[in-house]
Structure formats: C-alpha cells, structure tokens
C-alpha cells in the first residue's frame, strides 16, 4: 500500500514538475517522510534525481554550452558540498518551512507569466559562478543534488 502511495505521489510531483519546469523533488519530500526515515529522505531523492539528470543530459548532449557549464560547476560543487553538510545539521521540520516559503513566494512569478529570457542575456563569469554555487547550495540541502545544476545548464542553451 505505501509503495502504491508513493507512485501515485510521484505521478502527481511528476505532473507538477513538467508544468512548472521542476520541483518534483521538493513535492515529494513530505511523502517520503511518511514512507522511509527521515535520515534516508534526501538519498531517495538524489537517487531519483540523478536518474533523471542523467537521461536528460544522455538526450540533450549535444545541445549543452560547455563553456558555461565549466564556469557553473566549478563552484556548484562547493555548494554542494557545504548544502549537504548543512543537512545533516539542521531540523527537517524547519527546513520544510524554509522551502514552503520559497515555493509559495514563487507563486507570483508562475502567476505573473514573466516572459522567458533563456538565451536572450549573458551573463558575466562571476554571476554564473555565484549562480552556480548558490544552486548546488539549494540543491545539497533539499537533497536534490544535481536537479538544479543540469536544469540550469538547460536553461542557458
């Protein structure tokens, strides 16, 4: 039955993810806390995640800038890093308040319709590699590694 829920959960975050451009991974945090303990939550998810960022970066290799891709990782991995650590520090009650709010405060842009600027800027090496580190930041300490790294990298293409 819990395994039942927990696809039927994944469909749902899967649906989600798919028109908001992502967030499956921050959908299906509260389920996995139902279903596995709490300490297991972020490896199920970056197992998961890794999954999918892998098949998206095997379809999409061809289209990938690596010129930004060597300027965002080189610091997107030290937010890792430091976001993973900081996990396993923090009270799980407080960092899904964190992410409640920054889900609900994003509302307004899903809402508002802002026109999309993928490829229109550039943007300077130092922005790319503070966007870089604060989206490995994100992404170690929601337990999705890897999620924000290949979709920004997307973004920019």
Excluded: H
């Excluded at 996990?87 to 308040?97: G, I, K």
């Amino acid at each position: 039955m819990l395994l039942l829920i927990l696809f039927i959960a994944s469909c749902v975050a899967l649906s989600i993810s798919a028109v908001c451009g992502g967030g499956a991974g921050l959908v299906l945090i509260p389920t996995l806390g139902f279903v596995l303990p709490v300490t297991l939550v972020p490896t199920a998810l970056t197992i998961g995640t890794a999954g999918s960022a892998f098949c998206r970066f095997w379809l999409f290799y061809q289209a990938i800038r690596w010129d930004i891709f060597k300027l965002f990782l080189s610091t997107a991995l030290l937010g890792v890093f430091i976001g993973t650590w900081l996990l396993s520090y923090l009270d799980p009650v407080y960092l899904e308040l964190c992410m409640s709010v920054f889900l609900v405060a994003n509302l307004t842009q899903l809402i508002g319709g802002s026109k999309s600027t993928a490829g229109q800027c550039f943007l300077p090496a130092r922005l790319l590699r503070l966007k870089g580190f604060l989206a490995g930041f994100i992404s170690g300490l929601t337990g999705a590694v890897g999620c924000c790294l290949i979709d920004f990298i997307f973004v920019l293409v």
